[in-house]
């Protein structure tokens, strides 16, 4: 496995999700493409400016030097990315043509988030015979969530991934309580109980291949 897309429907997604992961896959030098479907300038209060979550993400691609043709962020409208189905699908399917991901990581099925379904359906749809595919998990979107992959991670990975969170200051001042240590930590210590290691990141396998 060599290499991995990273979605995430909206700038913040796939750290919270799977920031431990992703800080292991690039220092185990994995080739990431990492792809954000919304910047959700809608979602910001107005005294903040629209490009704030766009601009925190940049802070997080800055952070692990990943290079400028190793990401991509798209201005979809955020909650609207269902009027965009197709569109998104012929964007996802140029990325497996060019890219080639042996694993994507992207939301779980199971997310309710409107947005998110739509990344993790279409991604079923774009690389159901090409790649494996996993889903992170983002307990407040979920009623239940199959934790059938458990990424192990050291204490390094959850402190890169507590370095990149803090990146979103936007979010930390709207006082969003899943950007703080003790929920990193905790669900980390959680996961990785589960599997002996002193943290992990679960994940639903939507598929498998090797
Ligand atoms: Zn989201």
């Avoid at 909650?79 to 140029?94: A, F, G, N, S, W």
């Avoid at 990344?119 to 595919?133: D, L, P």
């Avoid at 059938?148 to 006082?175: G, P, T």
Wanted: charged share 25%.
């Amino acid at each position: 496995m060599q290499n991995v897309l990273i979605l995430s429907p909206h700038t913040d997604d796939a750290e919270l999700g799977a920031g431990g992961t992703i800080s292991r896959l690039i220092e185990e030098g994995k080739n990431l493409f990492w792809v954000v479907f919304s910047t959700a300038e809608e979602s910001l209060p107005e005294h903040m400016a629209p490009d704030t979550l766009k601009m925190e993400f940049i802070e997080v691609i800055n952070h692990f030097n990943i290079k400028q043709s190793n990401f991509k962020i798209f201005d979809f409208k955020v909650r609207y990315l269902h009027l965009k189905r197709q569109e998104i699908l012929e964007e996802l399917i140029k990325i497996r043509k060019d890219f080639k991901p042996d694993l994507v990581i992207g939301p779980s099925l199971k997310d309710h988030h409107q947005d998110h379904q739509v990344i993790a359906q279409e991604a079923v749809r774009a690389f159901k015979n090409s790649a494996s595919i996993i889903g992170y998990e983002i307990p407040w979107n979920h009623i239940t969530f199959d934790t059938q992959l458990f990424i192990k991670l050291d204490k390094r990975h959850l402190d890169r991934k507590h370095e990149i969170l803090q990146k979103y200051q936007s979010q930390i001042k709207l006082n969003r309580t899943y950007f703080s240590k003790d929920y990193s930590y905790g669900l980390a210590t959680v996961r990785g109980t589960q599997c002996n290691s002193q943290y992990a990141e679960a994940f639903e396998v939507i598929r498998w291949q090797f």
